[in-house]
């Protein structure tokens, strides 16, 4: 089982320190969330972790191996996927093609067999096909799968990024803030489907806003301010921690 | 009536050419929003390669025993070599640049395209070369419109890569990649595309298209010249822009569009013969003028590639 291990990670940019020696792990079989306030370094982590930003210092490793370094795409092809704060889907192309072109990393078949429309790229891309719609199915979105992303409404967009992060078989799902702008049954929905995607095997790491959802499906809770890891535990334990409290309400002094 | 049937037959083959070489503009500018402008070179360099291996086909004497064999195979031959030198263009001339500003890459191809443009007419000479075309010749009548097996055989090539493309495009895990890689590099590269591969797919693609055009030009003027590359890259660019650039269809309709016109000006307007050349750039300038965005321009930055 797969294990994402950050050790003392450091990134500034230019004089602006974003993250300083953080560490924390996401072991097999675990939901952990990153909370902290706006700007405490959460997206941020997210990136180094995908490969967007190159660290200044630290190590991130994930199943004993070193990842801190490594492209995007060689990243996500160790398993680990992710989705976005502010939603990026390929808006023009429909559901499932969002999750069909995930399993790039998985599959094979060049241009010239395209072109030639050989046996084997169409059984590759039969099997893309129904490994895409399993994955709109396990997110609710089957009856959607040839609606063009854009027009589908905010929430089922929201269900499509995770399905398109699925799609690619991650051991390690990111999600950053996938319940923001949700109403209260759709967080619902939401946290029941995050527990879901714990059990099949793939681990979640999740940037989140909303404390009842935190609070429900984590196993850990891991603390930013300033780019500093505060505190980490289980989710009673941190939310009586002084120092978590006055990162969010600000001391008592002030 | 039988006039007007004529001229559009013509049009239609000489815009199909178009459309070929305007896919290769618009797809590179729709992934990495370049105006490639040694593209009208790699369409050179496929006529050229088109010349060199028929003509030694033709010497053999294969190309009165199997003419179609000898053409489809300068023709594949053609368009893997241009795909590689597309492929090696970008290598050498645009990757590097790929974080600095657009001006550099532009300049760049400005460049690439003199020096394959001198490249060409140092080792080939700057005369004309004369295809071999003892085998295009004949043709029927229909209607009392003259069609050569030459324009038969260049629309079905044309109509089957725009086809071939289309379903490439649409239809694959490489045209979703480049699709994906069009609309938002960073993400496609979370969701595992390796951009830089998709991005030389995207100019190997073009090329061959171009390639292919090339050749065909060749076969139906019968000649090439060092410097071919120029004005039909610029007409096609012209049509790309006036489809939509980055816009794959509306490169397809922009090429028809401005090889009809070129060809029904030719034909109606008078000593519009002589000024034939000057129509597509009307259009260009009419385009950027009323209508920047181009025919589907609309949705410039949903779909292209």
């Known amino acids: 089982m797969a294990h994402l291990c950050l050790t003392d990670v450091s990134v500034h940019f230019g004089g602006l320190q974003a993250l300083t020696e953080v560490s924390f792990d996401l072991r097999p079989g675990e939901i952990v969330s990153l909370i902290g306030p706006n700007g405490a370094g959460k997206t941020t982590i997210f990136n180094v972790i995908t490969g967007v930003y190159k660290i200044s210092g630290g190590v991130v490793a994930y199943d004993g191996q070193t990842i801190s370094g490594l492209r995007p795409h060689h990243i996500l092809a160790r398993g680990i996927a992710r989705t976005f704060q502010n939603i990026r889907l390929f808006t023009a192309m429909t559901a499932l093609e969002n999750v069909m072109v995930a399993r790039h990393c998985r599959t094979r078949s060049g241009v010239i067999g395209s072109v030639l429309r050989t046996g084997c790229q169409r059984a590759e891309e039969r099997a893309v096909r129904e490994r895409g719609m399993a994955a709109l199915d396990f997110v609710g979105l089957a009856a959607h799968a040839d609606a063009v992303a854009k027009n589908l409404p905010y929430g089922l967009q929201r269900r499509l990024e995770i399905a398109r992060a699925l799609g690619s078989d991650p051991t390690t799902i990111l999600l950053d803030e996938p319940a923001a702008g949700l109403n209260p049954s759709e967080s619902r929905e939401l946290m029941e489907m995050i527990q879901r995607i714990a059990k099949t095997g793939v681990n979640v790491l999740l940037v989140e806003h909303d404390m009842s959802v935190v609070m429900n499906v984590s196993h850990r809770v891991v603390v930013l301010d300033h780019g500093v890891c505060i505190c980490q535990g289980a989710p009673a334990e941190v939310r009586s921690n002084p120092a978590v409290i006055e990162a969010y309400l600000g001391s008592e002094t002030d | ?305």
């Open chain 2, 1 to 305: 009536m039988d006039y007007l049937f004529q001229q559009l037959i013509n049009g239609l083959t000489l815009g199909g050419v178009y459309a070929l070489v305007a896919l290769g503009y618009t797809m590179v500018y729709g992934i990495i929003q370049l105006i490639n402008f040694a593209h009208g070179e790699i369409f050179a360099a496929g006529g050229y390669l088109g010349v060199i291996l028929l003509s030694y086909m033709a010497s053999q004497g294969l190309m009165d025993s199997h003419p179609w064999f000898g053409l489809a195979f300068a023709l594949i031959l053609a368009m893997g070599y241009c795909a590689m030198l597309a492929m090696a263009v970008e290598k050498v001339a645009y990757k590097p640049l790929r974080q600095s500003s657009r001006l550099s890459v532009l300049l760049s191809a400005l460049g690439m395209s003199i020096f394959l443009q001198n490249g060409l007419m140092l080792t080939q000479g700057v005369y004309d070369k004369a295809y071999p075309t003892e085998f295009t010749h004949g043709g029927f009548e229909w209607l009392g419109v003259r069609v050569s097996y030459m324009q038969i055989g260049i629309l079905a090539v044309t109509a089957l890569l725009l086809v071939l493309l289309n379903t490439l495009v649409f239809k694959t895990r490489i045209g979703k990649a480049m699709r994906a890689t069009a609309q938002d590099k960073v993400m496609s590269a979370l969701v595992g595309i390796h951009s830089d591969k998709v991005i030389s797919t995207t100019f190997a693609i073009g090329a061959a298209l171009a390639a292919a055009a090339g050749i065909m030009v060749g076969l139906y003027y019968g000649s090439v010249r060092y410097d071919m590359g120029f004005v039909p890259g610029i007409k096609a660019f012209a049509a790309a822009v006036l489809g939509g650039i980055g816009n794959i269809t509306g490169a397809m309709i922009g090429g028809l569009i401005i090889g009809m016109v070129e060809i029904l000006a030719a034909a109606y307007i008078p000593a519009g013969g002589e000024y034939k050349d000057v129509f597509a750039f009307v259009i260009l300038i009419g385009v950027l003028y009323f209508m920047p965005t181009g025919i589907m321009g609309e949705n410039v930055d949903d779909t292209r590639v």
